[in-house]
């Protein structure tokens, strides 16, 4: 599964990087620190389940121009768990935890010189990891990732941001009576450096 990672990354990085040579100043990189809720909507006999955990990320972004640019991420969801009810009403354990690795295309609208809103959309490499009771599924594919953030810049090259994000990770391999979709909304605030 990392192998295959890898394996469409190195292409995505060999056509960035001579883009961040010949300008630089454009080139940024950013950590994420935030709030991730996970949502598994699950079928017949089994609960609908849903809780949160802290999610780590970084992301290196690269502007085209002042309006439009790329972006590159990695961001973890951690693990969800907790404590669900059957129909029958018996008590259920349960885990939700995802990871992904992005390519967004991203706009931007500037309020001010230093405060800009953004929006994202592009594609996710996800890994995604359900357990209910003494079921458990996990999957990896590609899906949409949609976001938007507002982003303040402050001295020369320092900025944050929050962001707000929406992923599917139900995948094509869950069985649509136990496992129906597996969403992750994310919240977050970065810090960034841009060169």
């Known amino acids: 599964m990392k192998r295959l990672t890898l394996v469409w990354l190195m292409p995505l990085c060999s056509l960035i990087l001579p883009m961040t040579a010949v300008g ?10 935030g709030r991730a809720k996970h949502d ?3 079928g017949l006999f089994q609960p609908n389940v849903d809780g949160d955990d802290t ?5 290196g972004t690269y502007q085209l121009n002042k309006y439009w640019g790329l972006d590159l991420s ?4 951690g693990e969800a768990s907790g404590r669900s009810r059957d129909d029958a009403g018996n008590p259920i354990d349960f885990s939700l935890k995802g990871s992904t690795v992005e390519l967004n295309f991203n706009g931007r609208v500037f309020i001010t010189d230093r405060l800009s809103l953004i929006a994202r959309l592009g594609a996710s490499r996800y890994d995604s990891e359900v357990t209910i009771g003494a079921e458990s599924e996990d999957d990896d594919g590609f899906d949409l ?7 303040y810049g402050f001295f020369d090259h ?9 992923r599917d990770l139900t995948g094509g391999s869950f069985n649509a009576t ?14 960034g450096y841009r060169f």
């Open 158 to 166: 320092f900025f944050t941001s929050i962001d707000y994000s929406w």
């Open 40 to 42: 598994a909507n699950v």
């Open 74 to 77: 990695y961001n973890d969801f």
């Open 24 to 33: 630089a100043e454009d080139f940024a990189i950013e950590i994420l620190v």
């Open 145 to 151: 990732v949609l976001g938007a953030a507002i982003q």
């Open 178 to 191: 136990r496992f129906d979709t597996y969403e992750v909304t994310n919240l977050t605030v970065s810090l």
């Open 55 to 59: 999610s780590i990320g970084i992301r």
